[in-house]
């Protein structure tokens, strides 16, 4: 049997599909990608070093400067708001049985659909006469322009894009946390209550703690995934009014397939992919402490 | 036999008489207050939904005269008009022939691979299994445009097969992690029984192996289907062919601020979720739970 799994032959025919697909698709074009960005490359001609050029305009570009600060924006209040409100819904589901199912499916409902069109769903009911301002004026309140305000340093369209994106996602969070909470040992808790623990105390002290290192997952996931925004963003707003809501991947792919600036949009990606390493590197040390037995 | 019947059925009364006790209990204030905050936050996920369906019916006058009674009457015209002329139909079947292919694909390479790197003896299966796990970790957007330009050249771009490639390959990862979980967790004398019979590698892995990893394909599969169903950056960029369009693409396309008729495009938001919809309805227990499975172990 041993020389049967050791079989040379059969071991590149295993791993070859998949380890040539990885490199022809994943890591030639990041190598390029890295390339590029030492470039002026504009579509028709031929990429020419420039050196640090891209990266030097990127320390100008005013657009970039918006990219950034909404990206840190997203990121710091997705993971900040799905942390608390996946823990508070997922110890809220945990302590009741009936219907417990029923409104987990339905928040979990919206992670699985296509967030191009529940971009645009959100756009029509925050848009100026449709949707909740249809609602205010038959309350007689007259309702703000949601996703065109430019008032203040974190602007309306922001907050309300990153409601969505809460009312989206959270669920997924929830989820995670519910599973790690149902591995908790039912012991635990019992001693918990007989030494004569609140149910909000052993929340703190014993539930927290053991769910420590899935905080750790669901954030970098939250992380990853509110660098990576793209959807909610084009078909709500398009990163306008006047390029207030851009993100770091809107602002990529306007540089790259509307103006065709390849070199500057694949500075811009560089950019991001640090980025991403960076914010997993940065949650992994910081919030994976020791694991408990369980 | 009737005796043990009897304290069976005593067993089953005593179980509901705990129930019911523990019910008696449960209906305390604060789970008052839990059901309250749980059922204002359902509202918040169901009315939007409900508000696009119920405007979808209706005429562009009736979304402003009377914007939250129900329809007049009952027309399919917007989504007729939507499916047609805004193009979803072809879209959706684009999307389905891309996401098909790209499914059966992922779970043939990808646990192949995971097979190779879970259960056959070289030196190197960690590093591979490194090396695929970057790829977790890398945004697509990093690759766009090295990708794009490559796809122009070899003549890919606006061609379903140019979305299938890069589907396929950011679905890799994710299938190998789990699936080599499922392999390595499988144990050691099944596979020593089938050399024993004369098995040959790939009787091993096809008619061993991947039969009892079926859970594992069916959550992989899952977290292929949905994520490469809804995807719309690289859609965007590849295809701008109309013919060739996925569901996302054709209806960001349809649905903009140059189009005037409302009720069409809340129809065309519906053709698009309302597939999913259906099939998150009829399986949610599954798919919850298989999707949550998938991300703890990623």
């Not at chain 2, 009736?62 to 499916?83: G, H, R, V």
């Not at chain 2, 193009?87 to 992922?106: D, P, Q, R």
Request: glycine fraction near 6%; hydrophobic fraction near 50%.
């Amino acid at each position: 049997m041993d020389k049967l799994l050791r079989n040379k032959k059969a071991i590149v025919i295993f791993m070859a599909p998949a380890f040539i697909l990885f490199t022809l698709v994943l890591f030639v074009p990041i190598c390029q990608s890295v390339y590029y960005s030492f470039c002026e490359y504009k579509g028709i001609t031929a990429p020419k070093f420039i050196g640090l050029a891209n990266y030097k305009a990127l320390l100008t570009d005013k657009t970039l400067g918006f990219a950034i600060k909404n990206s840190i924006f997203f990121l710091v209040f997705s993971c900040v708001s799905q942390l608390i409100m996946g823990l508070f819904l997922a110890a809220l589901l945990t302590n009741i049985k009936k219907g417990r199912n029923l409104f987990k499916n339905i928040i979990y409902l919206p992670c699985v659909l296509s967030s191009a069109a529940l971009g645009l769903l959100w756009m029509f009911i925050f848009s100026p006469k449709l949707g909740i301002n249809q609602l205010l004026e038959k309350m007689g309140v007259e309702g703000p322009l949601w996703l065109m305000d430019t008032k203040g340093f974190i602007i309306l369209p922001m907050w309300v894009i990153a409601f969505v994106s809460l009312w989206q996602y959270v669920g997924q969070s929830m989820m995670l946390y519910m599973a790690q909470i149902s591995g908790i040992s039912k012991s635990l808790f019992e001693a918990s209550y007989i030494d004569g623990c609140t149910k909000p105390q052993t929340f703190w002290h014993i539930t927290l703690p053991l769910i420590r290192p899935m905080v750790a997952t669901a954030m970098s996931l939250n992380a990853i995934g509110s660098l990576k925004f793209f959807d909610l963003i084009f078909n709500m707003t398009e990163g306008g009014p006047n390029h207030r809501t851009e993100v770091l991947a809107t602002h990529l792919y306007q540089q790259g397939f509307k103006y065709f600036k390849y070199g500057y949009a694949s500075a811009i990606g560089v950019l991001l992919l640090i980025m991403c390493l960076l914010v997993t590197l940065f949650i992994n040390k910081v919030v994976k402490t020791e694991q408990y037995e369980m | 036999m009737d005796a043990a019947v009897k304290t069976e059925n005593e067993a089953k009364k005593l179980l509901t008489a705990d129930d019911i006790a523990d019910k008696k209990e449960k209906l305390t204030l604060p789970k008052v207050i839990i059901y309250i905050f749980l059922v204002l936050t359902a509202i918040v996920y169901i009315a939007p939904l409900l508000w696009v369906f119920n405007v979808s019916f209706k005429t562009n006058r009736e979304i402003f005269s009377a914007p939250f009674a129900l329809p007049q009457d009952i027309t399919f015209d917007n989504y007729t008009f939507a499916w047609t002329a805004g193009k979803l139909g072809i879209a959706t079947l684009n999307s389905f022939i891309v996401c098909v292919i790209t499914l059966a694909l992922s779970m043939i390479i990808g646990s192949m691979a995971a097979f190779g790197i879970g259960r056959l003896r070289w030196k190197g299966s960690k590093l591979a299994m490194t090396y695929f796990l970057t790829g977790m970790m890398i945004p697509v957007h990093c690759v766009l445009i090295p990708l794009f330009t490559r796809f122009a050249k070899l003549g890919l771009s606006n061609n379903l097969l140019g979305l299938i490639l890069p589907y396929l390959t950011f679905a890799l990862p994710i299938t190998i992690f789990i699936m080599t979980g499922f392999f390595e967790s499988m144990p050691n004398e099944l596979i020593e029984c089938a050399c024993m019979e004369g098995a040959n590698l790939f009787q091993i892995f096809f008619e061993i192996c991947l039969p009892l990893g079926k859970t594992g394909l069916f959550v992989t599969g899952l977290m292929t289907f949905i994520g490469n169903w809804n995807e719309l950056l690289l859609a965007m960029v590849f295809i701008s062919d109309d013919a060739k369009k996925t569901l996302p693409v054709s209806l960001s396309k349809f649905v903009g601020p140059y189009n005037t008729n409302y009720s069409q495009m809340f129809a065309a938001i519906i053709i698009a979720i309302i597939p999913t919809i259906i099939v998150y309805c009829a399986f949610s227990n599954q798919i919850v739970d298989g999707l949550t499975a998938g991300a703890v172990k990623g």
